[in-house]
Structures are given as C-alpha cells and as structure tokens.
C-alpha cells in the first residue's frame, strides 16, 4: 500500500503516526487488516521482506515527487536495490512491459 503526501516533512510526521500504534490513524488501520500492518517510510523500503508482504499489509509512506518522473534514471527509488532481490525470484525476465537494467542502463520490454 502507498500513502503518498504533498512534502518531505508531512512524510516524516505521517510515518511516524502511522508507526505509532497509539496513534487514531494506525488503530485504524490496525483494525483494518487485524493487526498485520508494517509501515516503512520510502527511505526504508529495503527492509521489506518477502515475509512482510506474504503475512500482512506493507504501507509505504513517499511524497508525491518520489514517483512522478519521467526518466528513471533521475530517482532513486527507481535504483536497483539488492536487498530487494528476493521479491522477484518468481518473475519470469520476458514479461512485457518490465523494465529491466542492461549494461548499466534502463531498458522497457
């Protein structure tokens, strides 16, 4: 799940609400989804795990400009990231419409 806010510092406040479970919103979504939430800000996404995904709901706090780009290559979110690796062992590499890295650049099939 994606919550996307209008700045840098409504992100920062917004993951913490969301990662308090004291606070109204995360009761809310803790009752939601009985209790299997994991909130991560966009920094942080590379401590999801196959396991977060497979047991409950993963809720990624960014702003708006973290996604809205046209060339990739410009973001780091759009990185390749390693320890991401494990969530795709199942994807088959011809899929149309991936995007792929080769030779140092980005590639869309």
Excluded at 18 to 42: M, S
Excluded at 67 to 89: C, P
Aim: hydrophobic share 40%; glycine share 4%; aromatic share 6%.
């Amino acid at each position: 799940m994606l919550w996307l806010v209008p700045s840098n510092a409504i992100r920062t406040q917004t993951a913490d609400a969301l990662k308090n479970t004291a606070h109204p919103y995360r009761i809310a979504l803790d009752e939601a989804f009985e209790g299997r939430v994991r909130v991560f800000d966009i920094g942080e996404i590379e401590n999801i795990r196959p396991a977060d995904i497979a047991q409950g709901v993963c809720l990624v706090v960014a702003t708006i400009q973290t996604l809205r780009v046209e060339k990739t290559d410009s973001r780091d979110v759009y990185a390749h990231k390693e320890a991401l690796e494990d969530h795709f062992t199942r994807v088959q590499t011809n899929q149309p419409g991936l995007e792929t890295i080769a030779e140092g650049r980005t590639r869309a099939r």
